[in-house]
T-cell receptor
Framework: GGIITQTPKFLIGQEGQKLTLKCQQN?????MYWYRQDSGKGLRLIYY???????QKGDLSEGYDASREKKSSFSLTVTSAQKNEMAVFLC?????????????FGHGTKLSVL | QQKVQQSPESLIVPEGAMTSLNCTFS??????FAWYRQHSGKAPKALMS????GEKEEGRFTIHLNKASLHFSLHIRDSQPSDSALYLC??????????FGTGTSLLVDP
């Protein structure tokens, strides 16, 4: 088995601030994902990466940057935090990136912007 | 763009009851259908998936898929308090992309 570790668990930021969320996986999976979870809106894909140094935009990429520094890690940057924004950011991985295979998720980073 | 809707938004059932959760999708060419479960404050975990029309059973959980009516469902037999969670359906459609529904929050009352 493996695990996905997201840091930090909670993140409080100021309006306009650049904020970085980190994700590590030890499954040795090729593909990693960042999703945003808002109450009543399900999971929306922000960015994904099929392999090291690859980046693909999801449906919600505006306002975010991502970086796949190595196979095991994938970070997400909120380029300018929006006032009163509150959401959970979930990192996930899958073995090959085939959309018909199961995703493994981390516990999430809960973001609050003052 | 694929639209995936879940109903109901929330549900309370007594312990031991049958629970039925619904998911509709818009892309008739969709090819993969899955349910994920997320306990409060925890990571979503894959429950079950199905590719073709019909039914698939695993323990107390059953998926029904009807592609013609753009509908699939999850049924939980003998619901337990530990089943209380957010249930997310997910569909792979055109563009070979996985899209999640908005979720159904289930509370099983002991």
């Amino acid at each position: 088995g493996g695990i996905i570790t997201q840091t930090p668990k909670f993140l409080i930021g100021q309006e306009g601030q650049k904020l970085t969320l980190k994700c590590q996986q030890n499954f040795n999976h090729d593909t990693m994902y960042w999703y945003r979870q808002d109450s009543g809106k399900g999971l929306r894909l922000i960015y994904y990466s099929i392999t090291e140094n690859d980046l693909q935009k999801g449906d919600l990429s505006e306002g975010y940057d991502a970086s796949r520094e190595k196979k095991s890690s994938f970070s997400l940057t909120v380029t300018s935090a929006q006032k009163n924004e509150m959401a959970v950011f979930l990192c996930a991985s899958s073995q090959t990136g085939n959309p018909n295979e199961r995703l493994f998720f981390g516990h999430g980073t809960k973001l609050s912007v003052l | 763009q694929q639209k995936v809707q879940q109903s109901p938004e929330s549900l309370i059932v007594p312990e031991g009851a049958m629970t039925s959760l619904n998911c509709t999708f818009s892309d008739s060419a969709s090819q993969y259908f899955a349910w994920y479960r997320q306990h409060s404050g925890k990571a979503p975990k894959a429950l079950m998936s199905i590719f073709s029309n019909g039914e698939k059973e695993e323990g107390r959980f059953t998926i029904h898929l009807n592609k013609a009516s753009l509908h699939f469902s999850l049924h939980i037999r003998d619901s337990q308090p530990s089943d209380s969670a957010l249930y997310l359906c997910a569909v792979t459609g055109m563009g070979y992309k996985l899209t999640f529904g908005t979720g159904t929050s289930l509370l099983v009352d002991p």
